[in-house]
């Protein structure tokens, strides 16, 4: 089972206002994905809104993430992980990291991870020439590989 979540209340970035997702940020939202032979009945993808009015949500699942007999597919397992601990959820049943996977396969990936972090270190300059502020860039790791893609 792929899962994926997006993050908030989290400075990612360098500085000196950047934050680790062990002790800041909060999972918004968790997507899955377990392939074309089940069904959710809308089809094998699951969306979990965590935000608003559907706060919480994510512990319904808290036996299902703490299960070792489900593998599971995570980019970037370690901040998932982090992530969901601060929901109160351990981890059991990891399968695979795609960051790490895809770093093993192709190697040049790593040149896109850099890409990422010179545009957000060129934001944050930015933002600290505009606001005169330290100039972290604020969002989800989601969000920070968009930024890569631009």
Not at 47 to 68: C, M, P, R, S, V
């Amino acid at each position: 089972h792929a899962w994926d979540t997006e993050t908030a209340d989290l400075v990612v970035g360098r500085g000196a206002r950047a934050q680790s997702p062990v002790n800041h940020g909060r999972a918004v939202c968790a997507t899955c994905f377990c392939g074309d032979d089940v069904d959710f009945g809308s089809g094998p993808r699951l969306f979990i809104d965590n935000a608003g009015f559907a706060t919480g949500l994510l512990q319904y699942f808290k036996d299902y993430f703490e299960d070792e007999q489900f593998q599971k597919v995570f980019h970037n397992y370690s901040f998932e992980r982090h992530i969901l601990q601060r929901h109160g959820i351990k981890l059991q049943g990891f399968h695979a990291d795609t960051l790490h996977l895809a770093r093993l396969y192709d190697t040049s990936r790593s040149s896109w991870e850099g890409a990422v972090q010179a545009k957000i270190q060129a934001a944050g300059a930015q933002q600290e020439h505009d606001e005169g502020d330290a100039g972290d860039v604020v969002g989800s790791l989601g969000e920070v590989g968009q930024a890569g893609r631009a």
